[in-house]
């Protein structure tokens, strides 16, 4: 086939359980050249403010700065963020992250966002005016008062004592004190990066649609709940009448609610994930430099239509009018789908093998011949 197109943007988000998203790029890139040596690629690893984000903003060359926080357990664990002049990426599956947890482990009650807020001064302590807050697999639903904590607020329940860590003890709390916050916080910007846009509570919350991927049964999905709704009436006590009206707001039950405490006490700006980390990273100028542009993720299904990285990448694309082919383990979207999203074709793991397992174990190398299929039929 004659050679289309001279520069390819690999811009994919992680194959998750199997390879990152500078391995991603890394193994599309050598499968490409097999085929068509002669083509120039970038590659550009992209995140929706999920585990990984802080991976992105490394390889598109931010400084990585690693630190110990409180972990969900509330021991002890190694987490980083990414620094770039003033501005930090904070990514809070580093610090209250599922994968944090021992196989099998979930703490849907009792996990703790501590840490997250420990990476947030530790961001401050490193110069940062302009914070991206990036949050998404979480292990915790405490609404953000671990976060809160570590910055300086004082959550106490009815004798005074500071109320334990998790979700489900904030239904002792009977005062917040916010006079305690660091008060370089009132002049940092805080962008609250997520590809979620759920309420605190009810049936659409925090609790009831993550809670039962964090272990938590029904009615540890009741407690949370219910221990949520009293957090924001104590909380909206201490920050005024709008932490009400943020209840229902896009975003608050991000993360187990921590894009409520967010939002309230550190007056965040919330903005879809993929979007806030394109602009950190600068896409819109590597895609004006692409004449192919390449992108993708583990499953590429409903839900990444719906605010995830591929369809943020996809929807920049075709508004600067360049094709866009994902990339992925399994594929579970129609092709009219698709190409409502923007993308020109999707090329999947599963199409070479159909044992999911198999796909896992071995991505790499399956993701090179997908690569080599790619450039045959693209470039």
Do not use: W
Not at 251 to 280: I, K, N, S, W
């Amino acid at each position: 086939m004659t050679q289309r197109r001279g520069r390819v943007l690999i811009a994919s988000d992680k194959f998750k359980g199997s390879l990152s998203a500078a391995e991603v790029a890394d193994r599309v890139a050598v499968g490409v050249r097999r085929v068509r040596p002669q083509v120039a690629i970038e590659a550009l690893p992209i995140a929706d403010g999920g585990d990984g984000t802080v991976a992105a903003a490394v390889t598109a060359g931010f400084e990585r700065r690693e630190l110990t926080v409180t972990g969900p357990l509330g021991t002890p664990v190694t987490a980083a963020f990414a620094l770039r002049g003033d501005t930090a990426v904070v990514e809070m599956a580093q610090a209250a992250g599922l994968q944090l947890l021992p196989r099998g482990t979930f703490v849907p009650l009792t996990g703790t966002t501590h840490g997250v807020g420990e990476l947030l001064r530790a961001a401050l302590d490193a110069g940062a005016r302009t914070v991206v807050l990036g949050v998404g697999g979480s292990a915790t639903t405490d609404g953000g008062a671990g976060m809160l904590a570590a910055l300086g607020a004082r959550l106490l329940d009815a004798d005074g004592a500071p109320v334990a860590r998790g979700g489900a003890p904030l239904r002792t709390l009977a005062t917040v004190d916010l006079t305690g916050l660091d008060p370089r916080l009132a002049d940092t910007e805080i962008i609250l990066a997520s590809d979620v846009d759920n309420p605190l509570t009810g049936p659409r919350g925090a609790a009831a649609v993550y809670g039962p991927q964090k272990g938590a049964s029904e009615q540890d999905v009741e407690v949370l709940d219910q221990a949520l709704a009293h957090y924001a009436r104590v909380l909206g006590r201490a920050a005024g009448p709008r932490a009400a009206e943020l209840v229902t707001a896009p975003g608050a039950g991000a993360a187990g609610g921590v894009g409520y405490g967010a939002l309230v006490a550190l007056d965040a700006t919330f903005r879809p994930g993929v979007r806030v980390l394109m602009d950190v990273l600068d896409f819109d100028t590597a895609l004006r430099r692409a004449d192919l542009v390449v992108t993708g993720e583990g499953s590429l299904d409903r839900q990444t239509l719906h605010g995830k990285a591929p369809a943020g990448v996809a929807e920049a694309a075709r508004a600067a009018g360049r094709p866009v082919v994902a990339v992925c383990g399994r594929l579970a979207v129609s092709g009219a789908e698709l190409a409502a999203a923007g993308f020109t074709a999707a090329y999947a793991l599963t199409d070479l093998e159909p044992d999911p397992r198999r796909c896992i174990e071995q991505a790499g190398p399956l993701l090179e011949r997908l690569a080599e299929r790619l450039a045959a039929e693209r470039l």
